[in-house]
């Protein structure tokens, strides 16, 4: 008797940072054959060692996969990988799906799913959330939104890179829509602990103290936990940087100013991320928000524990 079980997907992963590589690696667990494409050598060289394959180009990861995800920093890049010169729509088999994974503004997704129906392909508005440690454990969530065939060809493929997969509408757009109300959520939240730190320290309380309290009292937020241990570790190597924040709430109160609609505290956050970047602390990660508050008022944060 013959097995007509669908095949299984082979999907491809274009930009393995933070997010990217634990999507990449988390489908390679899965058991789905797995490509990975990343202009920098040693992120290309870490999934390599991970037992993932290595494209050499987007053409070679287009002719290789069926789903590809496009895991890169802003709209204008993901739009060079779909659209540019070599980008993926002029060489995706028809029937292939892209998810767009980056955050961009809402009005976006819909205009690329019209140009690659043109060919043949199709489109999840699929951005994600969860941070480096959940992607890299597959557990990071997925907002999807997209055409009900684009689900059918993608297969198993969300779920093999994340632990939730919501799917929001069938159509572009609303994936997007979400990941913008959770990226001014997220962005006012990691300011906000920034701030309530800040102002422990000068008022006297100990850090490390706080810390704890506050982690197991009704102040908490995700956000406090997940970055303030940076605060507390001196350490502000970038998992997501300051400058990814001055973009996400930028496309958030863009957004909301086309629709007439007022953000006082996304646009007050927004500020700080900016004065955070102007004080030269843009790259670093965004918990280096306490920093300006540090320069404001003269405080001592935590020392790094273990100098580089």
């Not at 480096?132 to 990071?140: E, L, P, S, V």
């Not at 997209?146 to 093999?160: N, Q, S, T, V, W």
């Not at 940087?241 to 505290?265: N, S, T």
Request: aromatic share 6%; charged share 20%.
């Amino acid at each position: 008797m013959s097995d007509h079980s669908p095949r299984q997907p082979v999907i491809g992963v274009v930009g393995l940072g933070s997010m990217g590589y634990g999507a990449a690696v988390s489908a390679h667990r899965r058991g789905f054959v797995t490509w990975g494409i990343d202009p920098r050598a040693e992120a290309r060289e870490r999934f390599a060692a991970d037992g993932g394959r290595i494209a050499a180009s987007l053409p070679a990861l287009a002719a290789a996969c069926d789903v590809i995800v496009v895991l890169v920093v802003n709209a204008a890049q993901t739009e060079a990988v779909l659209f540019g010169d070599e980008g993926l729509a002029v060489h995706l088999k028809r029937g292939s799906v892209v998810v767009a994974s980056a955050t961009v503004d809402p009005a976006l997704p819909p205009v690329w799913e019209a140009r690659l129906a043109e060919r043949g392909l199709h489109l999840i508005d699929g951005p994600v959330s969860g941070g480096a440690k959940k992607a890299a454990d597959g557990q990071m969530t997925v907002m999807a939104s997209g055409r009900p065939e684009a689900f059918a060809a993608a297969g198993g493929a969300l779920d093999a890179i994340a632990g939730k997969v919501y799917r929001l509408g069938d159509k572009a757009g609303p994936g997007s829509t979400v990941k913008m109300v959770n990226q001014l959520l997220a962005g006012v939240h990691i300011a906000t602990a920034c701030e309530a730190m800040a102002l422990g320290i000068r008022a006297g309380a100990d850090p490390h103290q706080l810390y704890e309290v506050i982690c197991n009292s009704a102040g908490n937020s995700w956000m406090f936990q997940n970055r303030m241990p940076h605060v507390l570790d001196g350490d502000y190597a970038p998992l997501s940087a300051v400058h990814i924040f001055i973009k996400d709430l930028g496309i958030v109160l863009d957004a909301a100013r086309k629709l007439q609609f007022p953000l006082p505290l996304a646009a007050q956050a927004h500020q700080l991320y900016l004065a955070t970047a102007a004080a030269g602390h843009g790259d670093e990660d965004d918990s280096a928000v306490v920093k300006f508050y540090a320069a404001l008022s003269g405080i001592a944060l935590p020392a790094r524990k273990d100098p580089p």
